[in-house]
């Protein structure tokens, strides 16, 4: 089988596997226990936490708050960071985890940012709407999940607090972290949302970043773990497993990179050998680890599943629905309803390789040719 829908999950790395299993058997005692078991407990969620701290050059001082995931982790980012009433602003492009959380707050003015036609935030809109208005709370992603397109975070940043020193800058960089270079103080951001099962990890486990000094309201209330922050019994075995792999990912990530680059490039470069008709959304430099494309005449939900009878999987953008408002994140890039509708997203992983690559994009001309000429 090939696996090509990585942005959505990843297998767990044997490593992460071997590290969730040891926890599991050997320290699964409770991280607030007082007795040996629960020390020893806690002693390794402080070095779980301190490991991901380091890999995102935190401060010792900085709050590292682990959740279920990067849903959580974004909940908690809006409503524990933006003041009641306060106006507060995102982009068309995020994921639900941060739109509909945007949509359903009730105490907020909230503004959303349009997307250019790369899938990056319009930043000549994002200015005009810093210089109209005052921000309390942004929260805009590093990496796109549907396109892979990368915002400039640190000019975002830049020009949001040049208007108001005191804006909260949030980043979801799920699709980034372990990826590309995720460090809080070149992105100059306050907080920012990760995700284990999205490199390689074990799912049901995320974690906030929050700067040292802002305030967090808690979501969930409880036995008080985490600072109070995120109250239930903490996830050891998945929190440790979590904490090896992303170390590992970080290590490793310039050689990932480029092996990942040969991937995405390789099939980019048959569609061109073949003179195949298709379209890049987002943009080609975008992350290595996400390609999005859209078919003329071809249905992205049919070729997934042509291609899924091949042991191919791979993911669609587009909702499997005729109306073109169904894909917020195509629609804002100004994509048109048959763009939609015939999107499909490959995703890559470390463990794909270059034949991996020559086979689908093969299959996926193939198909395509199939479909066109029915
Ligand atoms: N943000 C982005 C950009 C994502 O891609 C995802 C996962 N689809 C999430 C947030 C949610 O992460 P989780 O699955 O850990 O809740």
Same mark, same amino acid.
């Given at each position: 089988?090939?696996?090509?829908?990585?942005?959505?999950?990843?297998?767990?790395?044997?490593?992460?596997?071997?590290?969730?299993?040891?926890?599991?058997?050997?320290?699964?005692?409770?991280?607030?226990?007082?007795?040996?078991?629960?020390?020893?407990?806690?002693?390794?969620?402080?070095?779980?936490?301190?490991?991901?701290?380091?890999?995102?050059?935190?401060?010792?001082?900085?709050?590292?708050?682990?959740?279920?995931?990067?849903?959580?982790?974004?909940?908690?980012?809006?409503?524990?960071?933006?003041?009641?009433?306060?106006?507060?602003?995102?982009?068309?492009?995020?994921?639900?985890?941060?739109?509909?959380?945007?949509?359903?707050?009730?105490?907020?003015?909230?503004?959303?940012?349009?997307? *250019?036609?790369?899938?990056?935030?319009?930043?000549?809109?994002?200015?005009?709407?810093?210089?109209?208005?005052?921000?309390?709370?942004?929260?805009?992603?590093?990496?796109?999940?549907?396109?892979?397109?990368?915002?400039?975070?640190?000019?975002?940043?830049?020009?949001?607090?040049?208007?108001?020193?005191?804006?909260?800058?949030?980043?979801?960089?799920?699709?980034?972290?372990?990826?590309?270079?995720?460090?809080?103080?070149?992105?100059?951001?306050?907080?920012?949302?990760?995700?284990?099962?999205?490199?390689?990890?074990?799912?049901?486990?995320?974690?906030?970043?929050?700067?040292?000094?802002?305030?967090?309201?808690?979501?969930?209330?409880?036995?008080?773990?985490?600072?109070?922050?995120?109250?239930?019994?903490?996830?050891?075995?998945?929190?440790?497993?979590? *904490?090896?792999?992303?170390?590992?990912?970080?290590?490793?990530?310039?050689?990932?990179?480029?092996?990942?680059?040969?991937?995405?490039?390789?099939?980019?470069?048959?569609?061109?050998?073949?003179?195949?008709?298709?379209?890049?959304?987002?943009?080609?430099?975008?992350?290595?680890?996400?390609?999005?494309?859209?078919?003329?005449?071809?249905?992205?939900?049919?070729?997934?599943?042509?291609?899924?009878?091949?042991?191919?999987?791979?993911?669609?953008?587009?909702?499997?629905?005729?109306?073109?408002?169904?894909?917020?994140?195509?629609?804002?890039?100004?994509?048109?309803?048959?763009?939609?509708?015939?999107?499909?997203?490959?995703?890559?992983?470390?463990?794909?390789?270059?034949?991996?690559?020559?086979?689908? *994009?093969?299959?996926?001309?193939?198909?395509?040719?199939?479909?066109?000429?029915?």
């Amino acid at each position: 089988m090939i696996y090509f829908d990585n942005a959505s999950t990843t297998k767990i790395s044997q490593l992460g596997l071997d590290t969730y299993n040891e926890i599991s058997k050997n320290c699964y005692y409770n991280c607030s226990s007082l007795h040996k078991g629960g020390l020893n407990a806690n002693k390794q969620l402080q070095q779980a936490r301190e490991t991901i701290l380091n890999s995102i050059n935190g401060q010792f001082n900085d709050t590292l708050i682990f959740c279920s995931g990067a849903t959580e982790a974004n909940n908690m980012a809006v409503f524990g960071l933006a003041k009641k009433g306060a106006r507060i602003l995102t982009s068309m492009g995020e994921h639900p985890s941060i739109y509909n959380t945007f949509k359903m707050t009730k105490n907020n003015v909230v503004d959303f940012v349009p997307l *250019a036609e790369n899938g990056q935030v319009d930043i000549t809109k994002f200015q005009e709407l810093i210089n109209e208005n005052n921000y309390d709370f942004i929260s805009i992603m590093l990496v796109n999940n549907e396109t892979g397109a990368i915002n400039d975070i640190a000019k975002l940043v830049e020009i949001a607090k040049s208007k108001n020193e005191k804006t909260i800058f949030h980043s979801d960089c799920v699709q980034a972290y372990g990826k590309i270079d995720v460090l809080v103080d070149n992105l100059g951001v306050d907080a920012i949302s990760i995700s284990s099962h999205k490199i390689n990890g074990p799912k049901g486990i995320g974690a906030l970043y929050v700067k040292n000094g802002l305030h967090l309201n808690p979501i969930t209330f409880g036995g008080g773990q985490e600072w109070g922050l995120r109250s239930g019994t903490e996830n050891l075995p998945a929190i440790v497993s979590f *904490a090896v792999v992303a170390e590992d990912k970080v290590k490793n990530i310039k050689a990932n990179y480029e092996k990942v680059k040969h991937i995405k490039e390789r099939i980019i470069e048959i569609f061109s050998q073949n003179n195949f008709d298709y379209k890049i959304n987002g943009d080609v430099n975008g992350s290595p680890y996400i390609l999005s494309i859209s078919l003329k005449g071809v249905k992205g939900e049919v070729l997934l599943h042509k291609l899924e009878i091949d042991d191919i999987l791979i993911g669609t953008g587009s909702a499997c629905s005729s109306k073109s408002s169904d894909n917020r994140i195509l629609n804002s890039m100004g994509n048109t309803k048959d763009e939609i509708m015939g999107n499909i997203r490959l995703s890559f992983g470390v463990d794909n390789t270059i034949n991996e690559a020559e086979l689908v *994009a093969n299959k996926i001309i193939e198909h395509c040719n199939y479909l066109r000429n029915i």
